[in-house]
């Protein structure tokens, strides 16, 4: 089995570009289950603006969706 078959809970975590502090504010509204335009809300941004926000967060954590980004961020300790 290559490393790429591994599940990306199961992978060292990397990450190779820290986040900032609003990608962190909108990883955290990911965690607790709001919607793009409740984090838009909720931060007084545009819903465009969080999906830019949530594809750096995806980036950055290499995940493929919020699920991934969130076991990412857990096994990180982000949202400690």
Do not use: C, W, Y
């Not at 820290?18 to 984090?39: C, H, K």
């Not at 931060?43 to 076991?71: D, M, P, Q, Y």
Request: aromatic letters at 2%.
């Amino acid at each position: 089995m290559n490393r790429s078959q591994f599940p990306i809970h199961d992978r060292v975590p990397i990450v190779l570009e820290p986040l900032t502090p609003r990608e962190r504010d909108v990883l955290r509204g990911i965690a607790q289950g709001m919607s793009n335009l409740e984090i838009a809300r909720a931060h007084a941004i545009s819903v465009n603006t969080v999906k830019t926000f949530v594809k750096r967060v995806h980036t950055k954590l290499g995940s493929r969706n919020r699920v991934e980004a969130l076991l990412r961020a857990r096994d990180l300790r982000l949202l400690d």
